[in-house]
Antibody, heavy 119, light 110 residues
Framework: QVQLVQSGAEVRKPGASVRVSCEASGYSFTSYAIHWVRQAPGRGLEWMGW????????KYSQKFQGRVTITRDTSASIAYMDLSGLRSEDTAVYYC????????????WGQGTLVTVSS | QSVLTQPPSASGTPGQRVTISCSGSSSNIGSYTVNWYQQLPGTAPKLLIY???QRPSGVPDRFSGSKSGTSASLAISGLQSEDEADYYCAAWDDSLNGVVFGGGTKLTVL
């Protein structure tokens, strides 16, 4: 079955960077895209960007442009989301989600990774 | 302020039918299909409806979606206590060149 397993919770100080990983299994990794979505405590969902796992093409939300980088390792079927210049407002649960190419739906989601930014 | 507009809350009694609206514009719902996600308390979102009105395998037919112009709706019939969750609509947006979500609707089963 399709699974997206994310790395564990992280605590960072303001100004630092964080990397969250998303390991995929149960399907052909390079035939799909991976999106990253975050959710601040008690808030709604916010799209950050995506990567086409096959060719590595990326697209980012204007809000995070310059601070977020999404990459992938096709040999290990892992996608990564790096976020730099962390501030307290970046405290959130970060989700990866699979997207069938040519569609807009996110059909499988990771379990989420809590990133806490605190001095 | 979310690009797609949803009511913050909705409620119903068991067995009732409830609908949740999602309003957008020509750059998102008016041009692209709408997807709906269900988020049970403390869990990751789950795809509930895709391509406006399609249900993924395993989603009960009590859940249905529709779209007209720049608005979409999610209907839940035969409401059950386990339907208590947050519901989000989403679509691609040409102006923002990315995915946009509604602010979410918290459904309470009374």
């Amino acid at each position: 079955q399709v699974q997206l397993v994310q790395s564990g919770a992280e605590v960072r100080k303001p100004g630092a960077s964080v990397r969250v990983s998303c390991e995929a299994s149960g399907y052909s990794f390079t035939s799909y895209a991976i999106h990253w979505v975050r959710q601040a405590p008690g808030r709604g969902l916010e799209w950050m960007g995506w990567i086409t796992a096959g060719n590595g093409d990326t697209k980012y939300s204007q809000k995070f442009q310059g601070r977020v980088t999404i990459t992938r390792d096709t040999s290990a079927s892992i996608a990564y989301m790096d976020l730099s210049g962390l501030r307290s407002e970046d405290t959130a649960v970060y989700y990866c989600a699979r997207n069938p190419l040519g569609t807009t739906e996110l059909d499988n989601w990771g379990q989420g990774t809590l990133v806490t930014v605190s001095s | 302020q979310s690009v797609l507009t949803q009511p913050p809350s909705a409620s119903g009694t068991p067995g009732q039918r409830v609908t949740i609206s999602c309003s957008g514009s020509s750059s998102n719902i008016g041009s692209y299909t709408v997807n709906w996600y269900q988020q049970l308390p403390g869990t990751a979102p789950k795809l509930l409806i895709y391509s406006d009105n399609q249900r993924p395998s395993g989603v009960p037919d009590r859940f249905s979606g529709s779209k007209s112009g720049t608005s979409a709706s999610l209907a839940i019939s035969g409401l059950q206590s386990e339907d208590e969750a947050d519901y989000y609509c989403a679509a691609w947006d040409d102006s923002l060149n990315g995915v946009v979500f509604g602010g979410g609707t918290k459904l309470t089963v009374l």
